[in-house]
């Protein structure tokens, strides 16, 4: 692999005017392969929380303090780069996250960020006819809100643009999938079809006939059984393209929240993973969530899950040790699970548990005692309340143990289940980009709860005060994966884009060093990476990120402006901006070969994830 310090190599970025105390460490013995000076280093490190410089040798970091103190590392072989008082961060880690599917996805019909449904309606008949030969049109992306109040869309509006072959398009939660009359045809499902357990076709009012579209995974499957299959190299290039995304957006590890099992008894994705990391073209340290099948016998998965977790290469960054259970759906298309029935509905109605309690604590014991972290897809108050259950049968079972189990999503909450994270030493899994007044939240979402219950959406600060460790994830494709936006939305309560005015709720806001904290060493703690990676410290791997402005410089509602200029994983350069790639010693752009392995795609300024495909390829 070819190092960042074999570079000739000098950002003149301009200087920042945050002056910081540094705090010198013992820099040990041997010169370093590359020192970064000058620069505003936020060190995610309680002991030693800003520094100057830092030094790297063999992909390990070997010294964090002053420049003064990082001279004394310097020989004939050392390469420096002065940053001008630029930002330098941890790498940053999303916990909650779907690379190769959303990479797959960003290579067919995309529809992310389209508003009004005559403007989706043009998308989806691009997408049909730039591509007149496919047997179907797959992609997703379209939000609930454009069909307010229900939020389902109607097949027939499919049917007049795309009459003679099957259309399946995802919305953009993952937890809908719309359809046309040809789909339907195709997966066999008329008047006549029973809703499969764990979801639901939905109808025309006073009618059984299906009406265009379905909720939640085992009713998407039943269509999406029969699209085109993805190949190998779909996948692959598929997690190519997220990788580049992340990159270019300082995350150096993460988690992937969903890995089916696929015939064969393989899990979709972890082949493309291995593959990558076996070339050395990774470049993530990555722990996969193996799919927990609601219906499906503990003594038919348990054995999967552990060949899947063996068979993974010691020394790779590849780690197949969670489980991912999802408990419910979403709010606002009535899926979730809560405590009290739905306030929009006179029929006593509160949602469905996708595991019933008893079955959920016998599989939670079990995998619990098998070393498995558990990762839960728990939405409602009542999967959160039964998700915490299992985790307490599962303690009192066992005993306890560092399992580092988290909930993710944990959108509405009884405030009695608050203090039981801190508790029981589970993880707070949020997405703070959710965490605002958008149309979702208004429109969908407040309607089906109430003025009282809604007091406790996405409750980060008050999470945060409780003394629990709190993780932040995006959940991408479904939300922008840039962690600055989140961190911004974690920060303001707003949407880091001005889309709203008003925060959500009444002091849920975090500082800017707790949000830091969420992304970077809560995260690699999350993935039992935190002696590793996640903060600057001396014996740490070299993951770090470039920032063009201080984070604690800029007003809050700045941060998501904030640009990466360079990520190093392991000491190397994997990720360097437009900006960056025309600072090298003589002005000339820097030599692709140069780069880490597996970079190809790194020199290219990349847009966000939502805008960087351009539709249909």
């Given at each position: 692999?070819?190092?960042?310090?074999?570079?000739s190599?000098?950002?003149?970025?301009?200087?920042?005017?945050?002056?910081?105390p540094?705090?010198?460490?013992?820099?040990g013995?041997?010169?370093?392969?590359?020192?970064?000076?000058?620069?505003?280093?936020?060190?995610?490190?309680?002991d030693?929380?800003?520094?100057?410089?830092?030094?790297?040798?063999?992909?390990?970091i070997?010294?964090?303090?002053?420049d003064?103190?990082?001279q004394?590392?310097v020989?004939?072989e050392?390469?420096?780069?002065?940053?001008?008082?630029?930002?330098?961060?941890?790498?940053?880690h999303?916990?909650?996250?779907?690379?190769?599917e959303?990479?797959?996805?960003?290579?067919?019909?995309?529809?992310?960020?389209?508003?009004?449904?005559a403007?989706?309606?043009?998308?989806?008949?691009?997408c049909?006819l730039?591509?007149?030969?496919?047997?179907?049109?797959?992609?997703?992306?379209?939000?609930?809100?454009?069909f307010v109040?229900?939020?389902?869309?109607?097949?027939?509006?499919?049917d007049?643009?795309v009459?003679?072959?099957?259309?399946?398009?995802?919305?953009?939660?993952?937890?809908?999938?719309?359809?046309?009359?040809k789909?339907?045809?195709?997966a066999?499902?008329?008047?006549?079809?029973?809703?499969?357990?764990?979801?639901?076709?939905?109808?025309?009012?006073?009618?059984?006939?299906?009406?265009?579209?379905?909720?939640?995974?085992?009713?998407i499957?039943?269509v999406?059984?029969?699209?085109?299959?993805?190949?190998?190299?779909?996948?692959?290039?598929?997690?190519?393209?997220?990788?580049?995304?992340?990159?270019?957006?300082?995350?150096?590890?993460?988690?992937?929240?969903?890995?089916?099992?696929?015939?064969g008894?393989?899990?979709?994705?972890?082949?493309?993973?291995?593959?990558?990391?076996?070339?050395?073209?990774?470049?993530l340290?990555?722990?996969?969530?193996?799919?927990?099948e609601?219906?499906?016998?503990?003594?038919?998965?348990?054995?999967?899950?552990?060949n899947?977790?063996?068979?993974q290469?010691?020394?790779?960054?590849?780690?197949?040790t969670?489980?991912?259970?999802?408990?419910?759906?979403?709010?606002?298309?009535?899926?979730?699970?809560?405590?009290e029935?739905y306030?929009?509905?006179?029929?006593?109605?509160?949602?469905?548990?996708?595991?019933p309690?008893?079955d959920?604590?016998k599989?939670?014991?079990?995998?619990?005692?098998?070393?498995?972290?558990i990762?839960?897809?728990?939405?409602?108050?009542?999967?959160?309340?039964?998700?915490?259950?299992a985790?307490?049968?599962?303690?009192?079972?066992?005993?306890s143990r560092?399992?580092?189990?988290?909930l993710?999503?944990?959108?509405?909450?009884?405030?009695?289940?608050i203090?039981?994270?801190?508790d029981?030493?589970?993880?707070?899994?949020?997405?703070?980009l959710?965490?605002?007044?958008?149309?979702?939240?208004?429109?969908?979402?407040?309607?089906?709860?109430g003025?009282?219950?809604?007091?406790?959406?996405?409750?980060i600060?008050?999470?945060?005060?409780?003394?629990?460790?709190?993780?932040?994830?995006?959940?991408?494709?479904?939300?922008?994966?840039?962690?600055?936006?989140?961190?911004?939305?974690?920060?303001?309560?707003?949407?880091?884009?001005?889309?709203?005015?008003?925060?959500l709720?009444?002091?849920?806001?975090?500082?800017?060093?707790?949000?830091?904290?969420?992304y970077?060493?809560?995260?690699?703690?999350?993935?039992?990476?935190?002696?590793?990676v996640?903060s600057?410290?001396?014996?740490k791997?070299a993951?770090?990120?470039?920032?063009?402005?201080?984070?604690?410089?800029?007003p809050?509602?700045e941060?998501?402006?904030?640009?990466?200029?360079?990520?190093?994983f392991a000491?190397?350069?994997?990720?360097?901006?437009?900006?960056?790639?025309?600072?090298?010693?003589?002005?000339?752009?820097?030599?692709?070969?140069?780069?880490?392995?597996?970079?190809?795609?790194s020199?290219?300024e990349?847009?966000?994830?939502?805008?960087?495909?351009?539709?249909?390829?």
């Open positions: 692999m070819n190092r960042l310090f074999r570079l190599l000098c950002l003149l970025l301009a200087s920042c005017s945050a002056e910081i540094t705090v010198e460490e013992n820099p013995a041997g010169g370093a392969d590359l020192i970064v000076q000058n620069a505003t280093i936020y060190t995610v490190n309680p030693q929380p800003w520094a100057s410089a830092v030094a790297i040798k063999d992909g390990q070997i010294y964090v303090g002053d003064q103190g990082a004394e590392l020989d004939s050392t390469q420096t780069v002065n940053l001008h008082g630029r930002m330098m961060l941890p790498g940053f999303d916990i909650h996250v779907h690379p190769v959303s990479g797959v996805l960003y290579q067919q019909c995309v529809l992310f960020d389209i508003r009004g449904v403007k989706l309606l043009d998308k989806i008949k691009e049909a730039a591509n007149p030969h496919d047997e179907w049109i797959v992609g997703g992306g379209w939000t609930l809100d454009n109040p229900t939020g389902l869309p109607d097949k027939k509006l499919l007049d643009i009459p003679d072959r099957p259309v399946s398009l995802k919305s953009s939660d993952g937890h809908s999938l719309w359809v046309n009359s789909a339907l045809e195709f066999g499902i008329d008047a006549t079809t029973p809703d499969p357990e764990n979801g639901r076709i939905d109808r025309y009012p006073n009618s059984d006939e299906p009406s265009g579209s379905v909720q939640e995974d085992s009713a499957m039943l999406a059984d029969h699209e085109p299959p993805l190949t190998s190299d779909d996948l692959i290039n598929g997690l190519k393209y997220s990788r580049d995304l992340f990159h270019s957006y300082g995350i150096t590890g993460i988690q992937d929240a969903l890995l089916k099992l696929e015939p008894d393989g899990y979709y994705g972890l082949d493309a993973y291995n593959q990558l990391d076996a070339r050395d073209e990774l470049n340290h990555v722990v996969t969530a193996l799919f927990w609601n219906t499906v016998p503990l003594s038919q998965q348990l054995p999967k899950f552990l899947a977790r063996k068979q290469p010691v020394d790779g960054n590849v780690k197949a969670a489980i991912k259970i999802w408990q419910d759906g979403v709010i606002e298309t009535q899926t979730a699970a809560l405590l029935p306030s929009d509905r006179s029929d006593g109605f509160r949602g469905d548990l996708q595991n309690s008893d959920l604590n599989a939670v014991i079990a995998l619990d005692a098998a070393n498995f972290q990762h839960f897809h728990a939405i409602g108050d009542r999967a959160i309340r039964v998700s915490l259950d985790l307490e049968h599962a303690q009192k079972a066992n005993g560092d399992g580092r189990h988290h993710s999503h944990i959108q509405l909450f009884d405030p009695g289940d203090p039981r994270f801190a029981l030493n589970v993880v707070a899994n949020f997405q703070p959710w965490a605002i007044q958008d149309s979702y939240i208004t429109d969908l979402t407040w309607p089906r709860l003025e009282e219950r809604s007091k406790w959406l996405y409750p600060g008050t999470m945060q005060r409780s003394g629990a460790r709190v993780g932040f994830g995006s959940d991408w494709y479904v939300t922008s994966v840039n962690p600055l936006d989140g961190i911004e939305a974690a920060v303001t309560r707003l949407d880091p884009n001005g889309l709203t005015d008003v925060p709720g009444v002091g849920e806001e975090i500082t800017l060093a707790e949000a830091i904290k969420n970077t060493i809560n995260g690699a703690y999350v993935n039992f990476l935190d002696d590793q996640g600057i410290e001396v014996g791997q993951d770090l990120v470039i920032l063009d402005k201080n984070l604690f410089a800029i809050a509602h941060i998501n402006q904030t640009k990466v200029i360079a990520t190093f000491g190397c350069l994997v990720y360097i901006s437009t900006e960056g790639d025309k600072l090298s010693d003589d002005g000339k752009p820097i030599p692709q070969t140069l780069l880490c392995d597996g970079s190809t795609n020199r290219r990349i847009a966000r994830g939502k805008d960087i495909n351009d539709g249909w390829n």
